[in-house]
């Protein structure tokens, strides 16, 4: 048994279940029948200078989303680009990719983080429209990596 202690990570709420496709529409088929979620609001996205593993890249995803009460559904198909989706893809196939949680202070729990080991792995910032967020390599355990959201007024 663990013993019960404080966790050092304060977060918010878990908000977002993160899951990474081969095909989008199949997917949302699925998991509309067979766990009734949707309906989906599907869309594409380009993401310019997006950083990954420290080196600037490009991608393109096809995402997918949906509420189950409280928790967002995010279905993403990588179309073009080397994105810690594709890589999870290559390495472990479909599934469970990441939790998010949205956060007011993005670099501040980066920097505390980054005393523990805890980097990020790809981030991204839009400034123009008050978005900043980060997947952090939490996935030692358990497989899943948390990603942090801030979003400020505009």
Not at 76 to 88: P, R
Not at 121 to 133: A, K, L, N, Y
Request: overall charge negative; aromatic content about 10%.
């Amino acid at each position: 048994m663990f013993k019960e202690k404080a966790s050092w990570v304060k977060l918010p709420p878990l908000e977002q279940l993160g899951i990474v496709v081969r095909d989008i529409d199949k997917a949302v088929e699925y998991y509309e029948a067979t766990f009734g979620w949707g309906p989906f609001s599907i869309s594409e996205v380009s993401l310019e200078g997006c950083l990954y593993r420290g080196k600037p890249t490009d991608v393109r995803l096809k995402m997918a989303m949906a509420q189950s009460g409280p928790i967002e559904i995010e279905l993403i198909q990588v179309l073009e680009g080397e994105s810690i989706h594709s890589e999870f893809l290559r390495e472990k196939g479909e599934g469970l990719q990441h939790i998010r949680f949205t956060v007011d202070n993005l670099d501040d729990i980066l920097a505390e983080w980054a005393k523990a080991g805890i980097e990020p792995v790809w981030q991204h910032s839009m400034p123009q429209i008050g978005i900043s967020w980060a997947y952090v390599n939490t996935d030692a355990i358990g497989g899943v990596m948390a990603e942090l959201i801030e979003i400020k007024q505009v």
